[in-house]
């Protein structure tokens, strides 16, 4: 076991600083871009079902006092789920969309985080960006 294992994964949610950052005309795009590449990055790992429902059962716990975040269960792979997303955060003032992005995505990170293990969740949100800290560019650490 890792001494990382014993460490909580980091909150996965942004700043003030940074919502205020996203919460601008085109906010959308900002706040479905950490999804997508977690969506690119785990389902080869725990399948399109599992990110489905760790994603479903993250929506879920968010959506009771945000009646504009749908949980429909027929939407069964990642681009449905995040299609439809895209389209409620749009639809959504920028700063509650981001607020609520910001919630959704600690929600997903800690079940991830008890499903896979704290070390790897921290390395996983590492790769893909999610975790608040720029993607580097995988060419320019092949030199």
Same mark, same amino acid.
């Given at each position: 076991m890792? *001494?990382?294992?014993?460490?909580a994964?980091?909150?996965? %949610? #942004?700043?003030?600083?940074?919502?205020?950052?996203?919460?601008h005309?085109?906010h959308?795009?900002?706040?479905?871009r950490?999804?997508?590449?977690l969506?690119?990055?785990?389902?080869?790992?725990i399948?399109?079902? %599992?990110?489905?429902?760790?994603?479903?059962?993250?929506?879920r716990?968010?959506?009771?006092?945000? #009646?504009w975040l749908?949980v429909?269960a #027929?939407?069964?792979?990642?681009? !449905?789920l995040?299609?439809?997303?895209?389209?409620?955060?749009? %639809?959504?003032?920028?700063h509650?969309a981001?607020?609520a992005?910001e919630?959704?995505?600690?929600?997903?990170?800690r !079940?991830l985080?008890?499903l896979?293990?704290?070390?790897? #969740?921290?390395r996983?949100?590492?790769?893909?960006g999610a975790?608040?800290t720029? !993607?580097k560019?995988?060419?320019?650490? *092949? !030199?």
């Open positions: 890792d *001494k990382d294992d014993y460490r994964p980091p909150d996965a %949610g #942004t700043t003030s600083a940074r919502k205020a950052d996203i919460a005309p085109g959308v795009e900002a706040l479905i950490p999804w997508s590449r969506g690119r990055q785990l389902v080869p790992l399948g399109e079902g %599992g990110f489905v429902a760790l994603f479903g059962r993250s929506a716990l968010l959506s009771p006092p945000r #009646t749908s429909d #027929t939407r069964r792979t990642s681009a !449905q995040l299609a439809a997303l895209e389209q409620e955060l749009a %639809g959504a003032d920028p509650e981001a607020a992005h919630e959704l995505m600690g929600i997903f990170v !079940q985080g008890t896979i293990g704290p070390a790897l #969740t921290t996983l949100l590492a790769d893909t975790d608040g720029p !993607q560019n995988r060419e320019e650490h *092949k !030199q």
